[in-house]
């Protein structure tokens, strides 16, 4: 391990973060694409914190919520218990999610009338072992109750995707900006294609923190189910940083 | 209860001084009076007496407009009270032949508690008199004697067996018959109970139906008459009575407290779990409130109703003070006591607490699972489940349609403006909520139609769009190709 690796990680044991407490691996789902994984410091999206998803402008909002659904699919996958998805609208579509990967039979709509009781509703759920991740949308948090949030997700291991359409969440691990892309097919609409921006993520390696990861990807249903093919990945920043140091 | 309409006007906390004289009168043209309480009868006033007449007769007369649907709520909420007594309380709205209302109390079993059927008509008719409601009161072996005894008879106990011979001198319209019936048989020069007894049942029969044979058998106990209570009487409940009435939240809580392992055990003995708790307050005004809480499966755990329930006593008003606390399981489920392995045990715990939480703040309506639903049309595609059928056990999954669904739907399909080259074919432009969008690849058209049977709305060509910028929307044109001229478009759904 390096100098710098073992420093990131004994910060972390420190403030008690996930996946840096007493040397225990951290809990990680994988995106799907080892392209994005391999970019994360946990090689995956972190379990026990929260992950903040946002539309690249107002016409994404569906894209921001496939990206969303897609990814609490993906947790499905990899950890038992129930998906529960909060929300103040009644716009979502059981069978769109189905088409996303979301197992529906495991799904549970909480739609409180108010934003204060989404909030205090996500803590709930976030604090529940029995649930396998947490999907809130969310129009914007303030500190406190993101904070809150963070520490219930911290202490249960519960993965928490806040589908924010308000401010910037400070307690987020990381921050995923979604945009639609246009498909690809010989006739008719290809498969689902999104730009995907990873804008902040805790623990990337220094100098890499104000780094913006890039990604064009194309959701397609494989072998062993529903999966995100990276199809470019723009490191053009990063090559930036390199010439940099180089310099 | 004679003066019930006037009681509930001048109630002693109202600064009414009791020997004014009160009268209730019908609004209208001839107006007349209804009801009057004791100082105006003393007065020589009368149901049915003008206005212009009473007030000649006993000048300072107060008047209150009739609001019968306000007596029969007050007389709901009284039955709500006397619920403390028996289980089987309920309204008495039957006002022919004395005008005045009353309440029906099945006292079978109960009167031991408060030492003998009399003690306990002491206990009622003087706490309905501290709270201002002069009330008559007599116990028989059926609801149809006690009620003529209370009322046209001296009141008070009918031994069992001798309503046969209590009831014979009292006037025929104490067996509630309407007033036709009542005047014919007086022409019949029928007045008297007694009169009834000898005579054969068919001649009356024939002449008035079958509701004299009825109501002389119901009230001689050859005939059943339940009492329907306001709600079912509970089994499966525990009560506790203060001797001082509490007022503070903690002392609540603390009843709370005692009452729950008590029930528990209740539960235990029949292995029931609670599904839902009531807890019914009564206070000393003669109001009474009920909490209620929900559990998404069945449960003995003391502690989490607790925390359930003490989120609700935060709301409860004391008012005057609380005299009794019943605390009922008042809907129950099998709950064996089972094995699990220790960590799935322990999650699914958590998660059933959890939703439980959610369901009481939140309203159990506002926690849904989804299923298919066998249905074309978008809007009826899905099944809601309650969170109830949902968090017993996971669903088993069920296949969605293979077609591509947004996962977005509009609840409202919103109309758009649309360039298309040809009636059946996808559009080339359309303005969206001020934003027009360019069209670059389509596929489509997917017909979908309501049942037959259901509507005979048009049908309607599904086409998904994706715009220059990759955004995708599910559009829809109304009706068969040039079935609407222009055609009409609308935006249903936005999908990922």
Redesign the interface.
């Known amino acids: 391990m390096s100098d710098l690796a073992q420093l990131r990680a004994r910060i972390g044991a420190l403030e008690g973060l996930p996946g840096f407490a007493a040397g225990r691996p951290a809990e990680a789902m994988s995106l799907g694409a080892a392209a994005i994984d391999d970019c994360l410091p946990w090689g995956g999206l972190a379990a026990g914190g929260l992950h903040e998803i946002r539309a690249e402008k107002t016409?994404?909002?569906?894209?921001a919520?496939?990206?969303a659904?897609?990814l609490l699919g993906r947790l499905a996958k990899a950890r038992?218990?129930?998906l529960m998805w909060l929300t103040l609208s009644?716009?979502?579509?059981?069978?769109?999610?189905?088409?996303?990967g979301v197992?529906?039979?495991?799904?549970?709509?909480?739609?409180?009338?108010r934003a204060a009781?989404l909030l205090?509703?996500a803590e709930?759920?976030l604090?529940?072992?029995?649930?396998a991740g947490l999907l809130a949308d969310i129009d914007g948090a303030d500190f406190r109750s993101a904070r809150r949030l963070s520490l219930a997700a911290r202490g249960s291991g519960v993965p928490g995707l806040l589908l924010n359409r308000g401010g910037l969440l400070g307690a987020a691990l990381t921050r995923w900006q979604v945009?639609?892309?246009?498909?690809e097919?010989p006739i008719?609409?290809?498969a689902?294609?999104?730009h995907l921006a990873l804008t902040r993520c805790r623990f990337m390696a220094a100098g890499e923190e104000d780094r913006s990861l890039q990604w064009l990807v194309e959701?397609k249903h494989a072998k062993g189910g529903f999966s995100l093919v990276a199809l470019s990945g723009d490191r053009s920043v990063s090559q930036a940083g390199q010439r940099r140091q180089a310099g | 209860m004679p003066y019930l309409a006037t009681d509930r006007l001048a109630k002693p906390d109202s600064g009414a001084r009791p020997d004014d004289a009160w009268a209730v009168a019908e609004a209208g043209s001839q107006r007349r009076l209804v009801a009057v309480n004791r100082a105006a009868e003393r007065a020589g006033l009368k149901p049915g007496m003008s206005v212009a007449d009473a007030l000649a007769i006993r000048p300072g007369l107060k008047l209150a407009p009739h609001e019968p649907a306000e007596e029969d709520a007050l007389l709901g909420r009284l039955a709500e009270w006397c619920s403390a007594y028996t289980p089987f309380a309920a309204p008495d709205l039957w006002r022919e032949g004395t005008g005045s209302a009353g309440l029906w109390l099945d006292i079978s079993g109960c009167d031991h508690l408060w030492g003998g059927e009399a003690a306990l008509l002491d206990d009622l008719t003087g706490r309905l008199d501290r709270l201002g409601f002069i009330a008559r009161a007599a116990v028989a072996d059926t609801p149809g004697a006690a009620w003529a005894w209370a009322r046209f008879g001296a009141g008070g106990v009918v031994a069992a067996g001798d309503a046969r011979e209590a009831l014979a001198p009292l006037p025929v319209s104490a067996l509630r018959f309407s007033p036709e019936v009542t005047l014919g048989l007086a022409r019949l020069g029928l007045r008297r109970i007694g009169d009834l007894y000898p005579l054969a049942r068919g001649p009356l029969a024939a002449r008035f139906g079958s509701v004299v044979g009825r109501r002389l058998d119901q009230a001689l106990g050859a005939e059943e008459e339940p009492i329907s209570p306001l709600r079912p009487p509970q089994s499966l409940q525990v009560q506790r009575r203060f001797v001082t009435p509490i007022g503070r939240s903690e002392d609540v809580a603390a009843a709370v407290r005692f009452l729950l392992p008590r029930l528990m055990q209740l539960l235990e003995r029949q292995q029931l779990g609670v599904r839902r708790l009531d807890l019914s307050v009564f206070r000393v005004d003669a109001s009474s409130v009920r909490l209620a809480v929900g559990t998404s499966r069945p449960t003995r755990d003391a502690n989490a109703l607790f925390r359930l329930m003490a989120l609700q006593l935060d709301k409860l008003q004391a008012g005057f003070g609380i005299e009794s606390l019943v605390l009922a399981a008042s809907v129950a489920a099998p709950l064996a006591a089972r094995q699990q392995d220790m960590e799935d045990g322990e999650a699914a715990e958590c998660l059933s607490e959890m939703l439980d939480s959610l369901g009481n703040r939140l309203g159990f309506n506002r926690i849904q699972a989804f299923a298919p639903a066998g249905s074309h049309l978008p809007e009826r595609a899905v099944r809601r489940l309650s969170a109830e059928a949902a968090a017993a056990t996971a669903l088993i999954p069920e296949p969605w349609p293979d077609q591509r669904r947004p996962p977005i739907l509009l609840s409202r399909p919103e109309s758009v403006a649309v360039t298309a080259p040809l009636p059946d074919a996808p559009p080339l432009l359309f303005r969206w909520r001020e934003t027009l969008h360019r069209v670059r690849r389509a596929e489509g058209p997917e017909r979908l139609e309501g049942e037959w049977w259901r509507d005979q709305n048009p049908a309607r060509d599904y086409y998904l769009v994706e715009d220059e910028d990759g955004g995708r929307f599910w559009l829809y044109r109304l009706g068969l190709p040039g079935e609407f001229n222009p055609a009409r478009w609308f935006v249903h759904g936005l999908f990922a």
């Open positions: 016409d994404d909002a569906g894209a919520l496939g990206f659904a897609y038992r218990g129930r009644d716009h979502v579509h059981a069978p769109g999610l189905a088409g996303l197992p529906m039979e495991r799904l549970l709509l909480v739609r409180p009338a009781d205090w509703a709930e759920c604090r529940c072992k029995g649930v945009g639609s892309a246009a498909s097919a008719g609409v290809g689902w294609r999104w959701a």
